[in-house]
């Protein structure tokens, strides 16, 4: 028997093998969302954000205005999501926060400038972009976050932690194929994001041998020995030469042609974008609320902040209340409905048992002519109880020469009767006759003449 044929929809559905290994699950996963006033290059830039963040990240994740922060954080357990990044457009700046799932803290950034990754690949005078980059996590490079203050250590490790670690013992380095730099400006206080791809090429070759290494095909048009390609200069006036720090000896082998073990290859770096300068503002406790531990612009005193404290525990305690006492009313109204149900279905029962008692008392039909007969002590009349015995509901029959259904008004008999009525000299005029259609009458004028007139009720004029 012929094997079935496989169908479009089964073909696109592939069905994923066994469940999710430990480092998967372990991992940092990551909601990229933007609220606020809609504007097209927000959603850009979330998107170009979620790039970053990719693998562990939703990147085909559908937001509605309906949707509130909390249904996010209900779905952040299932899928094991520990950060939060939220774009929020208002009509005077743009803000990006950062959330540590489920409990917080919270951090606020004010957004200076972003440039969307197409407009950073449309400037590049090079430009190289990998798909098969995005399948691993990037490697995150911290740049100057030192000093005072401990905003700037909860600051770099939260960068850290959204991203998974990196085990130097046991990692390949085929997968690093991309990089995220954070640079902190101590004197603007200003923190640039800069995305990269990573690329390992081999040094020390000639640009044809360096062709043939990497798989392309040389021009050999203006060669006049397959020597002169290999003795040809190590690079064009195009290209340049690396520079002895970028060089690294390979401890492995990579994936691209040419990076062989203990040799040297030149690292190099293309930017992908999307590029964002934004500033540190506010530093929450909780999740999205809760007591501020860090401000740019606010400075509170002892007391200020001790007031506002207590106030937030109050807000606290009669939200406990609250949800207490709700609690005990839904608990008192779920046993008020229990019992009302087992008291209608016993009052139920009884009332059924009535009921069947009282059909059964009356289950014996009416019959007049006994009664009758019990009561006068004579036979009554064939014909005096007889319309009784009938069925009410039977439908009367009628005679054969009469149509039991409505008659509809048939309009060519109606013109036909008309026809005949002219020909025998038209409608005899006669008060209160409502049905024709046509009335011919003749009067006397003033004159003594006699004129004939036809009246039609179709609202034709007389003639």
Not at 180 to 195: A, G, I
Not at 203 to 222: D, I, Q
Not at 309 to 315: H, I, S
Not at 432 to 447: H, I, P, S, V
Request: proline share 3%; glycine share 6%; aromatic share 8%.
């Amino acid at each position: 028997m012929a094997r079935k044929k496989k169908g479009r929809s089964l073909k696109k559905n592939h069905q994923v093998a066994g469940e999710e290994g430990a480092e998967v699950l372990q991992a940092p996963h990551s909601f990229v969302i933007h609220r606020g006033l809609a504007c097209p290059y927000i959603q850009d830039l979330t998107m170009d954000f979620r790039r970053i963040m990719e693998p562990f990240t939703a990147i085909n994740l559908r937001e509605r205005k309906s949707n509130k922060i909390k249904d996010f954080v209900s779905l952040s357990g299932h899928f094991h999501v520990s950060h939060m990044c939220i774009f929020n457009k208002t009509t005077t700046q743009l803000s990006m926060k950062i959330v540590r799932l489920p409990r917080g803290p919270t951090l606020t950034y004010k957004i200076h400038q972003y440039t969307l990754a197409r407009d950073v690949l449309a400037s590049s005078r090079k430009q190289f972009f990998d798909e098969d980059s995005f399948h691993h996590a990037p490697l995150v490079i911290m740049n100057n976050f030192v000093g005072e203050g401990k905003h700037l250590k909860l600051m770099a490790t939260t960068f850290q932690n959204m991203f998974p670690t990196i085990n130097l013992a046991t990692v390949n380095l085929a997968t690093i194929k991309r990089c995220v730099l954070f640079s902190y400006n101590p004197v603007t206080k200003l923190v640039d994001m800069r995305h990269y791809s990573v690329v390992a090429v081999p040094v020390g070759l000639s640009r044809g041998v360096k062709k043939v290494v990497l798989g392309k095909v040389p021009n050999l048009s203006k060669c006049e020995d397959i020597a002169d390609l290999f003795s040809g200069g190590a690079v064009s006036d195009s290209e340049f030469e690396d520079d002895e720090a970028s060089q690294v000896v390979l401890p492995q082998d990579l994936k691209r042609k040419g990076n062989l073990e203990n040799n040297k290859s030149a690292i190099r770096l293309y930017e992908i974008g999307p590029r964002i300068t934004f500033e540190l503002v506010k530093i929450e406790e909780g999740l999205l609320t809760g007591e501020v531990l860090y401000h740019e612009t606010i400075v509170k005193t002892e007391e200020e902040i001790e007031a506002i404290r207590k106030q937030r525990e109050k807000k606290k305690k009669l939200k406990e209340y609250r949800k207490k006492v709700q609690s005990e009313n839904k608990a008192r109204k779920e046993e008020m409905k229990n019992s009302a149900k087992k008291r209608a279905g016993v009052e139920g029962n009884k009332a059924g048992q009535t009921f069947e008692v009282e059909e059964s008392v009356n289950d014996e039909p009416d019959n007049d002519a006994l009664y009758y007969k019990e009561e006068v002590g004579e036979e009554p009349d064939e014909e005096l109880f007889k319309h009784s015995e009938e069925n009410s509901r039977k439908r009367v029959r009628l005679p054969k020469h009469i149509s039991g259904k409505k008659r509809k008004f048939d309009k060519k008999s109606k013109d036909e009767r008309d026809d005949k009525y002219k020909k025998e000299g038209g409608w005899k005029s006669r008060k209160g006759d409502g049905q024709r259609q046509e009335r011919k009458f003749t009067f006397k004028t003033k004159a003594g003449m006699k004129m004939n007139r036809v009246k039609s009720s179709k609202g034709k004029k007389f003639r």
